[in-house]
């Protein structure tokens, strides 16, 4: 079974998708983005110079001729206007061209600069999640102390991540299918039911921390049946993820 890393051939990373909130990089970003080729980074509010020059600070080898800005990107959509291209790219800023939003117009420049024929978007946001949907991408959900879980289990099919991770190495993991019928999920020890309208988690091996997220969501995601309780086995999982 391949990683995901095997999966795919160019990665575009949401900037603000490995940053936390102090603006420091999430952990393993330089050793993931030193292992994958190509990539690009996506940001809709930073300069070209500031992403450089924050990337390059974090550990992430990046030159600002590397860096395609909201200009640039705008220029590509006139016929003749095309730079040569590189292994990999930053992009930014804002929204691109009239009103349509500033992700999906940045995720098509990060393809075809990439020339990845089969990409794979990475956020730590449902909104980038739900961009990489809208130009219909395949697209990774990194958890951590920004991401909001009961937000995850909760949002609708159109901002669902294809796959759901708890660090970046989970890029290099093997991804087992969830397994399960109506009333219970099951992958790599881990166990989901819904019983009485409360969804419940029963946990297995925290080297496979990811396979909690995805039994999680996969019962989440299938209950047909009134609101259904999540709080408990989201503060199980919080907490086992410390």
Do not use: K
């Amino acid at each position: 079974m391949p990683t995901l890393a095997d999966m795919y051939d160019g990665f575009l990373f949401e900037l603000e998708g490995i940053l936390d909130p102090h603006t420091q990089a999430i952990p393993f970003t330089s050793e993931t983005v030193d292992h994958l080729s190509p990539t690009a980074f996506v940001s809709a509010t930073r300069s070209a110079a500031a992403v450089a020059s924050l990337l390059s600070g974090l550990g992430v080898d990046t030159r600002q001729a590397q860096v395609v800005t909201r200009s640039q990107a705008a220029a590509r959509l006139l016929p003749g206007l095309v730079p040569a291209q590189r292994d990999e790219f930053v992009l930014g800023t804002a929204a691109v061209a009239g009103d349509e939003p500033s992700h999906p117009v940045l995720l098509r420049e990060a393809i075809r600069r990439t020339g990845a024929r089969y990409p794979l978007a990475i956020s730590q946001s449902l909104d980038f999640v739900a961009a990489a949907r809208l130009i219909r991408i395949p697209s990774v959900l990194v958890l951590n102390a920004s991401t909001d879980l009961r937000s995850l289990l909760r949002t609708s099919p159109d901002r669902r991540p294809t796959f759901v991770a708890t660090d970046l190495r989970d890029l290099f993991r093997l991804q087992p299918i969830v397994d399960g019928d109506a009333r219970y999920w099951e992958c790599e020890g881990w166990t989901a039911t819904v019983t009485n309208g409360r969804l419940r988690l029963y946990p297995g091996p925290l080297s496979t921390l990811a396979a909690g997220a995805r039994v999680l969501c996969a019962a989440a995601w299938n209950h047909r049946g009134p609101d259904l309780d999540i709080e408990s086995a989201v503060r199980l999982l919080t907490s086992l993820a410390v």
